[in-house]
């Protein structure tokens, strides 16, 4: 079981970093003696690696919260924390969530990064992986989990954020794996990517390696923060000690199967489908099960899709 | 299902900088006052001031910056002073610039209409017009605004550039127009 740190922000122009421990108590989150709901964005992560950390028994997650409603105050703080500290921390995850993109500030992070005793798994997600890319140096990250729009920013050798995104790769999201490629042929992909969308791709090194249809909730891409928790519970899976791709395809099916529980309408909020992170995780990592079984008694190999 | 439907609508791509003008280049500290001066010199002028990303050497990651006829200078300045909102640095530049996208594509759930613009989506009731979820972007201000405009009409609500810092504010900006501009 690998440790974990969280980074992002919570729109609280008030509050000065938190650093501490995240618990999950129903619809809120404490984190040194401070309480968040958890509603989208960086507490809807921490909510679902929460959820998931405790049905699969992990330690609960360390985090770094600034708060921060656009101004960047939280985000800088968010920053200089992890530029100061990583060194001497031993975090064996580390995921970077919400926040605003400055490409100087990032720069010092991965440097920070690369003075840590072992490099940990390196995931970001919202506005770390906007600025990862925008940096150049995507390649040195594990994991991107963009949604389709943000992946046609991923493909674009010149944009340096989503807005910027030029219109012939918007028209290319009707066709997903040629936006990976270009992502990866310009160097502008993790090692690994989990694409969120109608249907998610799995990459590798810019080649598809699953996709996962089913179950298929269309009121889940209305519902800010079911991106968010795709991550949250992906992170958690890996700190579990998971290979990233089966992290990912895991936590896709799961992030589904708890939407469908959740029985969601475009309303419907995060929150709702958190609480039902647990048994819906225990339903999908019975079906990677039943599919290992199926595979060992046929012989063959396993699609875990 | 069935009923979903997909459209996508663009109100200009990959406009070509005009040749023949002389462009400058206003460099504020912030989106946020970026969005402000557009707004404040759209009611002065709307002719050739567009917001693009500003030359690489001015970038941090998620910036904005208003390219203007260079002719127009004083005229522009003295209208941002008078606002309280004068740019950090004005520049000539000769490239052509990135602008931020507007192409809308909306997504029709029945009860409910999503837009969508580039990375943000913004979701509402189409009989009530309530804003019931924003959702995708990265920038810090997401979570502040859904925060702050879900469950408002679309008509009460305030308007993303007025509440928002960045770039996600900006898109989402465009996808909240053309809500209005469909549901009204």
Not at chain 2, 144 to 154: C, P, V
Request: aromatic fraction near 6%; hydrophobic fraction near 40%.
């Amino acid at each position: 079981m690998k440790t974990m740190l969280l980074a992002g922000t919570i729109p609280d122009s008030s509050l000065d970093l938190v650093c501490g421990t995240a618990r999950l108590q129903r619809d809120t989150l404490a984190i040194d003696g401070r309480i968040f709901p958890v509603n989208r964005g960086t507490a809807a992560m921490i909510g679902a690696v929460c959820a998931a950390a405790q049905f699969l028994g992990n330690t609960a997650p360390d985090c770094v919260i600034g708060g921060d409603i656009g101004t960047r105050a939280g985000s800088r703080e968010v920053y200089r924390h992890l530029i100061k500290f990583l060194p001497k921390t031993s975090a064996e995850v580390l995921c970077l969530h919400y926040i605003i993109p400055e490409i100087g500030l990032h720069n010092q992070v991965l440097t920070a990064v690369r003075k840590m005793k072992t490099k940990p798994v390196l995931i970001a997600d919202a506005g770390f992986m906007y600025v990862a890319k925008a940096s150049g140096q995507a390649s040195f990250y594990d994991l991107f989990l963009p949604d389709i729009g943000e992946l046609a920013f991923l493909a674009d050798e010149k944009a340096s954020h989503p807005a910027y995104t030029r219109g012939f790769l918007t028209r290319l999201e009707q066709d997903p794996e040629q936006l990976i490629k270009k992502a990866a042929e310009f160097g502008n992909a993790a090692k690994h990517l989990c694409v969120k969308g109608l249907t998610d791709y799995i990459c590798r090194e810019g080649a598809v390696i699953q996709k996962i249809h089913d179950p298929v909730v269309e009121e889940l891409e209305p519902i800010g923060g079911t991106g968010d928790t795709v991550t949250g519970i992906a992170a958690a899976l890996i700190a579990y000690g998971m290979e990233i791709p089966a992290a990912c395809a895991t936590a896709c099916r799961a992030n589904r199967m708890a939407g469908l529980l959740a029985r969601p309408t475009p309303a419907t909020q995060i929150n709702e489908i958190i609480a039902k992170i647990s048994l819906a995780l225990d339903m999908a990592l019975r079906e990677n099960q039943a599919s290992i079984n199926h595979a060992t008694f046929q012989g063959g190999t396993t699609d875990a899709n | 299902m069935g009923f979903l439907k997909n459209f996508i609508s663009s109100k200009k791509d990959d406009q070509p900088t005009d040749g023949n003008v002389e462009w400058g280049l206003l460099i504020f500290d912030s989106v946020n006052d970026v969005m402000q001066a557009e707004s404040t010199l759209k009611k002065v002028s709307s002719e050739g001031i567009r917001v693009v990303a500003p030359p690489p050497r001015y970038r941090t990651g998620c910036d904005l910056a208003i390219q203007f006829p260079i002719i127009e200078r004083m005229g522009i300045v003295r209208a941002l002073e008078n606002s309280n909102n004068a740019p950090r640095d004005i520049i000539h530049v000769n490239e052509e610039l990135m602008q931020p996208t507007e192409i809308c594509s909306v997504k029709d759930f029945g009860q409910y209409l999503m837009v969508r613009t580039a990375n943000m989506k913004i979701t509402v009731e189409k009989e009530t017009k309530k804003i019931v979820n924003i959702s995708g972007g990265g920038c810090s201000d997401v979570p502040y605004l859904a925060q702050q405009m879900i469950g408002k009409s679309i008509a009460e609500s305030a308007l993303p550039r007025q509440i928002g810092y960045t770039l996600c504010a900006y898109t989402l900006e465009i996808a909240f127009e053309e809500a209005r501009r469909r549901l009204g």
